[in-house]
Each structure stands twice: as C-alpha cells, then as structure tokens.
T-cell receptor
Framework: AQSVAQPEDQVNVAEGNPLTVKCTYS??????LFWYVQYPNRGLQFLLK??????LVKGSYGFEAEFNKSQTSFHLKKPSALVSDSALYFC??????????FGPGTRLSVLP | GAVVSQHPSWVICKSGTSVKIECRSL??????MFWYRQFPKQSLMLMAT?????????EQGVEKDKFLINHASLTLSTLTVTSAHPEDSSFYIC???????????FGPGTRLTVL
C-alpha cells in the first residue's frame, strides 16, 4: 500500500538557521514525490517535485529536497529559514497512474 | 501560470440548504479536477476525481448524492453540497491537472460553515 509519513507534527527553527522537514514514503514502483506549502485559510502551493533524474531537486522560495531511494525519504530543506516560511508543509506521493497520497502535514514555525 | 481559483472563498448557510462551490483553472485546460476536504489540523482527504465531460469518480465513503460534482468544461468544475448539515462544515479545496498530469495545482479553498 502507498503511504506517506511525516514523523514530526511540528518543527521549530530560529530565523537564519537551516531547516529540514522530514518525509518518508512507501510505494511499489517508482515514486513521483511532491512538496506543497499551505498558509492559513489558503489552498496548497506547489514547491517542488521529483519525477526522475538528479536526486537533489530545487524548488520555489529557496527550498530544495533530496530524494533518497535507499532510505525511501524525500526531506525538504532550506539553508536559511525566514519567518515568512512559517506554514503547514505537506509531502505527497503520486504512484504512477494513481491519485495523490498526502502526508499528515508538518507545521513549521520560524522564530525571529 | 497554473492558477486555480475557487468561489466563494467562504460561505455560511443554514442547515438543509444547498451550496455550490466553483473551481476554475484560469490559464490552462484542466483535463482532470480533484475535490478535497480538509478538517482542522488534518491532511487533505480526496473526495472525488472528475474528468471533463464524464461522471466523477468518488472515493470510498463519499456520498455521491450528497456531494454533486459537475466538470462541464476544461476550465470549470463545481461541487454542490446538497442539503447541508453542520457536519459538512469544512474546508473544501479543489485542484486541477492539465496534460502535465504529474502535478496538481490547488485552488485557495472554500470554508463552508453550516449553521
């Protein structure tokens, strides 16, 4: 069965420090992996995706994610966090030919 | 590019009334549209998938007669919550995918409150 786990409900980081939001997945076959961000009372905004190719994917707003097949992970990273990065982050998996499976979300708080 | 709008952004209605939510892809043709429901502090739950010109495919446990979906054109899908009750109160989000169907683009969401 396909599933996405985000082991941390909440991540706190000081402004200017690097941030990591973790995601692991389970799927049969090659995964399509995505990160979305949601601000309060808003829909989801696409950040980045991994389909194939380079394991390090660069996305919007300075975010990047590294696909690690052996660890079945797709952690989201940013070298220097901003207060405006505070939001809810969702990792999602799209098994080939199927609908999205979303993780439970991780709330990121960047403290000034 | 890839902008999806939803209307209304919020709605309050009385129990027993029906509410229609529109989802539009503004700058691309959406061959497939998705409707999600999100409860407070929870992830998105897929309700149904619709392809233009055909009947929607509902996820298990979602009442198709309660949540009517119409995907009349390549840029518009509507979700009608019929005979709404307080337990239908939620944040409803649509998304759209074009020919590049590996990515979904999300609308801003509609908050429905049923009194």
């Amino acid at each position: 069965a396909q599933s996405v786990a985000q082991p941390e409900d909440q991540v706190n980081v000081a402004e200017g420090n690097p941030l990591t939001v973790k995601c692991t997945y389970s799927v049969s076959g090659n995964p399509y992996l995505f990160w979305y961000v949601q601000y309060p009372n808003r829909g989801l905004q696409f950040l980045l995706k991994y389909i194939t190719g380079d394991n390090l994917v660069k996305g919007s707003y300075g975010f990047e994610a590294e696909f690690n097949k052996s660890q079945t992970s797709f952690h989201l990273k940013k070298p220097s966090a901003l207060v405006s990065d505070s939001a809810l982050y969702f990792c999602a998996l799209r098994p080939y030919g199927q609908n999205f499976v979303f993780g439970p979300g991780t709330r990121l708080s960047v403290l000034p | 590019g890839a902008v999806v709008s939803q209307h209304p952004s919020w709605v309050i209605c009385k129990s027993g009334t029906s509410v229609k939510i529109e989802c539009r892809s503004l700058d691309f043709q959406a061959t497939t549209m998705f409707w999600y429901r999100q409860f407070p502090k929870q992830s998105l739950m897929l309700m149904a998938t619709s392809n233009e010109g055909s009947k929607a495919t509902y996820e298990q446990g979602v009442e198709k007669d309660k949540f009517l979906i119409n995907h009349a054109s390549l840029t518009l899908s509507t979700l009608t919550v019929t005979s709404a009750h307080p337990e239908d109160s939620s944040f409803y989000i649509c998304s759209a995918a074009g020919t590049e169907t590996d990515t979904q683009y999300f609308g801003p969401g509609t908050r429905l409150t049923v009194l």
